[in-house]
Structure formats: structure tokens, C-alpha cells
């Protein structure tokens, strides 16, 4: 399994919903990514998992709360989004916390804030 | 000066061109470094990686120059299905991979 699995692939939330967005990934990859991206922008990094452990959050609102239960799985916890949280929301996972190696990326939850 | 940049492009190739992009790192101790594809509404997806001078694969040649700071992605013969974004991604600590803005490309029939 070379996979990086997200769901939903899109979600429509209001203002004062809570949801969650979920990633899991069986590559035995021990650091977790989730960024965020903008139409016609590069991605932006949001939080980093290694070893399960918080060890970046790149000075996100605290609106947007991450959760790693295991070392499969990276959870996105939602609360009273704006619009403009409106966006691509990716998951990636690397072997380990060194230099070597790129990222798999999941496939998105493309979601709308209303 | 900004960790990445990137030709926005676009480049408008022929098919069966040969076209080249640059990109610029600040970051000097950058060690290894990346090309991603990224198709429209879709995920990034590895290209190529390059851990040390350069790379190969197939027709596509990525080349690194620390002493100038640059990585270049050279795509020989272009198909219709190289029309993508490339985004240069150095990976800068042990956590983080800084992404280019990006350049668009569009091989046209």
C-alpha cells in the first residue's frame, strides 16, 4: 500500500459546524503532514507528526485543531471556519523525520466554508 | 528574498519540445530536493528527486548547482500530458519541504 488515503474528498460546512477531516496512510511512515492550498498558490504547511508527536504548527488559528491517534492516522479537527478557510486540504506522510525522502501526498478534501 | 522561487510561467511548448525551468533556493543548507507535478484540483505527486548533483529519468533531467543556489527540471520530447504545474520543493530541516510558487506548462498539439 503506497497510499495516502483523505476523506472526504469534499466537504460543505457552515460557520458554526464542527467537522473533522481524517488522512490515513499503511507505508509504516512516521512523520504526518497536513498544508493547505489556495487555487493557484503552492501548498502551505499547517501542522507536522513525527512520531506522533506535534512538533510544527506553523501558527495556525486555533480554529483548525490537529489530532494524530496512531502512527497511521492524522485527524483535522474544524470549528467555526471563516470563508476565507475555504480551500484544498492535503495530507502527506514521509518515512522519517530525516532528509532523505520526499512526501506522498493524499488526493484532498476540497472544502467550502458557507 | 523568498526560500523558493519559480518562473510563474506559463510556458506555451509545442509537443515534442524540449523546455527548462529554473528555480532558486535561499536556504544553504538545503540537502535534498524535489520536483512535484501538480495537475488542476489535484494532489502533488513526486517527479523527481535529487540528492546530489543531478538526475535522470527517461526525459526528464533534473540538475543542481549548490554553489549557485539553483535546480533546474530540463523535459525533452513534451507530450500532452506534461501539462501540469511543476513546483520546486527544497526540503529545508527535518520536517518541512517549502514549496516553489510553481510553473505552469502547456504542451500544446
Known amino acids: 500500500d503506497t497510499e495516502v488515503t483523505q476523506t472526504p474528498k469534499h466537504l460543505v460546512m457552515g460557520m458554526t459546524n464542527k467537522k473533522s477531516l481524517k488522512c490515513e496512510q499503511h507505508?509504516?511512515?512516521?512523520?504526518m503532514y497536513w498544508y493547505k492550498q489556495k487555487a493557484k498558490k503552492p501548498p502551505e504547511l499547517m501542522f507536522v507528526?513525527?512520531?506522533?508527536?506535534?512538533?510544527i504548527n506553523e501558527s495556525v488559528p486555533s480554529r483548525f485543531s490537529p489530532e494524530c491517534p496512531n502512527s497511521s492516522l492524522l485527524n483535522l479537527h474544524l470549528h467555526a471556519l471563516q470563508p476565507e478557510d475555504s480551500a484544498l486540504y492535503l495530507c502527506?506522510?514521509?518515512?522519517?523525520?530525516?532528509?532523505?525522502?520526499?512526501?506522498?501526498f493524499g488526493s484532498g478534501t476540497r472544502l467550502t466554508v458557507v | 528574498r523568498k526560500e523558493v522561487e519559480q518562473d510563474p510561467g506559463p510556458f506555451n511548448v509545442p509537443e515534442g519540445a524540449t523546455v527548462a525551468f529554473n528555480c532558486t533556493y535561499s536556504?544553504?543548507?538545503?540537502?535534498?530536493f524535489f520536483w512535484y507535478r501538480q495537475d488542476c484540483r489535484k494532489e502533488p505527486k513526486l517527479l523527481m528527486s535529487?540528492?546530489?548533483s543531478g538526475n535522470e529519468d527517461g526525459r526528464f533531467t533534473a540538475q543542481l548547482n549548490r554553489a549557485s543556489q539553483y535546480i533546474s527540471l530540463l523535459i525533452r520530447d513534451s507530450k500532452l500530458s506534461d501539462s501540469a504545474t511543476y513546483l520546486c520543493?527544497?526540503?529545508?530541516?527535518?520536517?518541512?519541504?517549502?514549496f516553489g510558487t510553481g510553473t505552469r506548462l502547456t504542451v500544446i498539439p
Open positions: 502527506a506522510s514521509s518515512q522519517d523525520s530525516g532528509e532523505v525522502g520526499g512526501y506522498t
Open positions: 507505508m509504516g511512515h512516521r512523520a
Open positions: 507528526y513525527s512520531y506522533e508527536k506535534l512538533s
Open positions: 536556504n544553504s543548507a538545503s540537502q535534498s
Open positions: 535529487v540528492y546530489s
Open positions: 520543493v527544497p526540503r529545508s530541516g527535518a520536517n518541512n519541504l517549502f
